[in-house]
């Protein structure tokens, strides 16, 4: 019995789901920027921002992990310039998902300024678009 089919379904929901959860994190970076200051209401965003910035975390952890599993199945090198730049698409979404966009998102939330807001949504954005670059190698690996 093969365990392809099953993995391969684990990676894709984990990717939906990644997904899923960059574009709720751009939602709520939008809500904390619109009035960036110390309020009870921007620490529950921040609450919630840094819950789904956890799940967030999970997800790729998951992906990953599925993902090195079902390249060493199919007997893919990690060395192919599309699975290699991959992992490091993913690798750095998940450090500067922590390093980065989480002290900015806590930085506009106790009252930082417009352009700290402007900023941290912006890396929000960023993070989107990276998981697009890193769909897109995906969908472009050789069969």
């Known amino acids: 019995m093969s365990y392809y089919p099953t993995l391969s379904m684990v990676h894709f929901v984990a990717a939906i789901g990644l997904f899923s959860l960059a574009i709720i994190s751009v939602l ?36 990953t992990l599925s993902g090195v599993i079902a390249a060493l199945v199919n007997s893919w090198s990690l060395a192919q310039p599309w699975l290699w ?11 500067a998902l922590e390093f980065i966009t989480k002290p900015a998102r806590a930085a506009v939330a106790e009252g930082g ?31």
């Open 28 to 63: 709520i970076a939008v809500l904390i920027a619109v009035k960036p200051a110390a309020d009870q209401i921007n620490e529950r965003l921040l609450k919630r921002a840094n819950a789904v910035g956890l799940l967030e975390q999970i997800a790729v952890g998951i992906l």
């Open 113 to 143: 300024s417009m352009v700290k807001a402007g900023l941290q949504v912006g890396l929000q954005v960023g993070h989107v678009l990276l998981l697009l670059v890193a769909f897109s190698l995906m969908m472009l690996r050789p069969l």
């Open 85 to 95: 730049m991959s992992l490091m698409v993913v690798v750095f979404y998940s450090l």
